[in-house]
Each structure stands twice: as C-alpha cells, then as structure tokens.
C-alpha cells in the first residue's frame, strides 16, 4: 500500500518538477539585451484643464529625435502604434484617457491594416493626405465601428465638407492663422457635428484667446511639453508571439484570421501541422492546411495548441518554464473534466497563460491588456477567482506540495492526484514531439 500524506496524496508524487522553483520570481538566466523604445506624449486639456486625451507622437530612440530621418510616415505610425500597445502598454501611457494617434492615408485606405478596437482610441487624419473619394468611404466606415475621427491641422477648404461631416474633433494650428482668420474659421466650422480643438497654445494669451472664441480642447506648449515616455522593447520572437496569442484568443475571429494568423509564423505553423499528422490526434486521413485542422479540431481547441506551440518558439528561456506552463493548462483542463465543467479549454489557457510572465519576462496584467480573454480567464489569472482560478490555485498549491490547499470543487485527492499523474504524462510525450 502506498505512503500517503496528511492530506491523502502519496508522498511520491509526480510533479512537473523535482523540486519547483518559486514561479513568482523570474528565473534566473542571462536574457536577451532589450533595446529602449520611445513614445512622446502630450496631453489635450478641455477647458476646465483636465486631460481629455493624449496625442502619442513618434520619437525615435536616437536621444528622442522627433526628426523622422530616414523613417517614413507609415513606418513612424508604425512604430508608434507597436510601441504604445505593445511595448510600453495602453495603460501605462494614458490610463483611462483617449490615445490620439496621427494616421497615413494608407492606415485609412487598407481595410485590415488597424490593429487595435475603437476604445479608447482618436484616430487623427493628417493634413497632407488628399481629400479623395476613397478616403471618404473609409472614414465612413471606420466612423460607423465608433472611432472618433480628428483632422489634424485643418485649414478650411470647402471641398472637405464630406470629411468635416464625419469628424468628431477638429484641430486647428493657431500659430498659421492671423487673428482674423482664427474667428473665420471658428464661425465656419461651428457649422459642423464637431469639437474645436487648438494646437500650438504657446502663451497665455493664446490660450485666453481660443477659450472665448469657444474651443473646446487645448493643445501646447503652454499648456505641456510633450514627455517622453521610455520602454524596454520585446526580441521579436516574443513580440510575435504576443500579436499571435492576440489573434488566436480574439473571439470574433473566423476559421480564415486563425488560420491565416498561424501561417503568418512558419515556426508554428509547421510544428502545428506537424503535431496534426502525428499519433496523438490519430486522424484517419492526412492534414495539409491549418484550415483544414480548424474544422477538424475547432477553433477554440486548435487555439490553445497553436497558443502552446507558439510559446515553444521563445527560446532564450529555460525549457522547464514551457513544461511548467504545459503541464499547469493540462492539469486545470483535466480538473475541469472530472469536475463536469463545460468548457474545459477555458481553464487550459489559463493553466497555459499563467507561466506567460515568465517567459516573456514582463508582468502579468501588462502581457494580458492587449489580449481579447475574457475576463473569467483574466480575473482567475490576476486575482485566483472564480472557479478557473480555484483550479490555478489547486495545481499551484500542488507544485508547491501545499497539501491544505490542494482542493477543486468536489473532487477527491485521488481524482487530483491521477489528473496531475495524466498532466505530466501527456506533458511528457508533447515536449518529446515539439
């Protein structure tokens, strides 16, 4: 008979682990050198000087050079865009503010080329992108999905009246108009559905100005200098296979984002396939496109392998750290399943997300922003609530052979022991193909 504990588990167990380390410190190990990134940032006040929004402005990492040297416009939008989302966070550079960020005429025209959602975000139309057709029915479309549309540095042509129809935010560079001209176009442009916003408030007295001819933001130097906001940016593969995990746990992505979201990373895009012709999916014909594993698998469990696989390609991490995270989202998912919880593929992205900190090396709730999770799987990763994360805090107690806290729903210690024994076989065999 086996030696079994206080707690009714066998002494011997088989952990992910001989001895697990302490998974809420980083583990030790020469990491990749990161490069600085750079934002600017300057806030748009309204007129009882409370931030409204902030403007994110490239600066490149060449002592913040504004000077678009050798950048171009898409690549400096670009690059902002990374760096603001990606990078340094939402969050971090405005809170619960609107981001403006300043578009090309290409970020207008290409239909899929906008990567983030309308919350939170100003999309600003500059002034040298012409006037066309074409432009009209994309700002149609994109004022339809609820972004809040600005020109930047409007200088009235009536021509742009389609446009002005559709803007939520008019700024105007006060420094190029004379006085008389800055109350014309006050007087034209209250015509329109449109706030009026003033750039270039460099004194007091322009900011007395505009404040009586009625605008309602305010922009300056008067009123803030642009900050410069720094950051450690990701290695690639990392900052790939956070645009990857974005894609695959969106839920309003089809079959086609999916499958084109994997075929976009040859690495997991061939392990994927790899994995889908081999044994442990034992299908009765081969696979020879990702589409073709969605519709056998389904999107959401071809999700969380393709999730898996992807952080299989971060390499400059201990693989022990792949193997912790890979047994965790097995043994919840398998908690899950003997408890009678549908569905269980919930509680392996938890189990899978919550070693994600260690392997890219940044904190959690910083990784999960630009994730579409739901926010039972955030809230069981962040704060261990909610049934998934009374299964995270069962396998971690687990690990840690915290035997009072080993527990999930109405399982027994032996129901947790073979789903742990399972986790670490199956564990075993997925490392071994990878």
């Known amino acids: 008979m086996a030696d079994v504990g206080s707690a009714g588990f066998p002494r011997t167990t088989c952990l992910p682990m001989a001895s697990p380390p302490n998974l809420s410190q980083p583990i030790s190990?020469?990491?990749?050198?990161?490069?600085?990134?750079?934002?600017?940032?300057?806030?748009?006040?309204?007129?009882?000087?409370?931030?409204?929004?902030?403007?994110?402005?490239y600066r490149s990492a060449q002592q913040h050079n504004p000077a678009m040297a050798g950048v171009n416009g898409d690549q400096?939008?670009?690059?902002?865009?990374?760096?603001?989302?990606?990078?340094?966070?939402?969050?971090?550079?405005?809170?619960?503010?609107?981001?403006?960020?300043?578009?090309?005429?290409s970020f207008f025209l290409e239909e899929d080329k906008l990567p983030f959602t309308p919350k939170q975000v100003i999309l600003e139309i500059l002034e040298d992108i012409p006037v066309t057709e074409k432009l009209v029915a994309a700002v149609t479309r994109l004022a339809g999905q609820g972004y809040i549309i600005a020109l930047d540095d409007y200088v009235y042509k009536a021509s742009h009246a389609p446009l002005l129809k559709l803007a939520n935010i008019i700024k105007i560079d006060i420094s190029i108009l004379s006085a008389a001209q800055l109350v014309a176009h006050v007087k034209v442009l209250r015509g329109y559905n449109a706030k009026l916003l003033a750039e270039k408030v460099e004194t007091a007295q322009d900011f007395i100005t505009c404040r009586d001819l009625g605008f309602d933001y305010f922009q300056g130097y008067f009123l803030s200098?642009?900050?410069?906001?720094?950051?450690?940016?990701?290695?690639?593969?990392?900052?790939?296979?956070?645009?990857?995990?974005?894609?695959?746990?969106?839920?309003?992505?089809?079959?086609?984002?999916?499958?084109?979201?994997?075929?976009?990373?040859?690495?997991?895009?061939?392990?994927?396939?790899?994995?889908?012709?081999?044994?442990?999916?034992?299908?009765?014909?081969?696979?020879?496109?990702?589409?073709?594993?969605?519709?056998?698998?389904?999107?959401?469990?071809?999700?969380?392998?393709?999730?898996m696989l992807a952080m299989s390609t971060i390499n400059d991490r201990p693989s022990?750290?792949?193997?912790?995270?890979?047994?965790?989202a097995k043994m919840c998912e398998l908690l899950a399943d003997a408890a009678q919880i549908k569905p269980s593929d919930s509680?392996?992205?938890?189990?899978?997300?919550?070693?994600?900190?260690?392997?890219?090396?940044?904190?959690?709730?910083?990784?999960?922003?630009?994730?579409?999770?739901?926010?039972?799987?955030?809230t069981a990763l962040?704060?261990?609530?909610?049934?998934?994360?009374d299964a995270l805090s069962c396998v971690l107690a687990y690990e840690l052979a915290d035997w009072p806290n080993v527990k999930f729903a109405n399982l027994t210690?032996?129901?947790?022991?073979?789903?742990?024994?399972?986790?670490?076989?199956?564990?075993?065999?997925?490392?071994?193909?990878?």
Request: hydrophobic share 45%; aromatic share 8%.
């Open 76 to 105: 400096a939008t670009s690059s902002t865009i990374i760096n603001s989302f990606m990078e340094i966070g939402l969050d971090r550079l405005v809170r619960d503010k609107y981001a403006a960020i300043n578009l090309t005429e």
């Open 382 to 389: 962040l704060y261990r609530k909610g049934l998934m994360g």
């Open 225 to 307: 200098r642009p900050q410069i906001i720094s950051g450690k940016s990701l290695p690639t593969n990392r900052l790939a296979v956070l645009n990857l995990l974005s894609v695959l746990h969106n839920p309003d992505a089809d079959i086609d984002d999916l499958a084109e979201a994997i075929n976009t990373d040859v690495t997991t895009s061939y392990k994927m396939l790899k994995l889908l012709n081999s044994a442990a999916f034992g299908f009765s014909r081969e696979i020879d496109s990702i589409q073709q594993g969605v519709m056998l698998l389904g999107q959401r469990k071809l999700a969380s392998w393709a999730s």
């Open 29 to 57: 190990g020469a990491a990749l050198p990161r490069p600085d990134i750079f934002v600017g940032r300057q806030p748009i006040l309204d007129r009882k000087l409370n931030v409204y929004a902030y403007e994110l402005l």
């Open 413 to 434: 210690t032996n129901h947790i022991f073979i789903a742990n024994v399972e986790a670490v076989t199956w564990t075993n065999g997925i490392m071994d193909m990878l």
């Open 320 to 328: 022990e750290i792949l193997r912790t995270a890979m047994t965790r």
């Open 347 to 378: 509680y392996f992205t938890v189990g899978l997300f919550s070693a994600l900190d260690l392997l890219l090396q940044r904190q959690l709730t910083e990784l999960l922003t630009p994730l579409p999770l739901n926010t039972d799987i955030v």
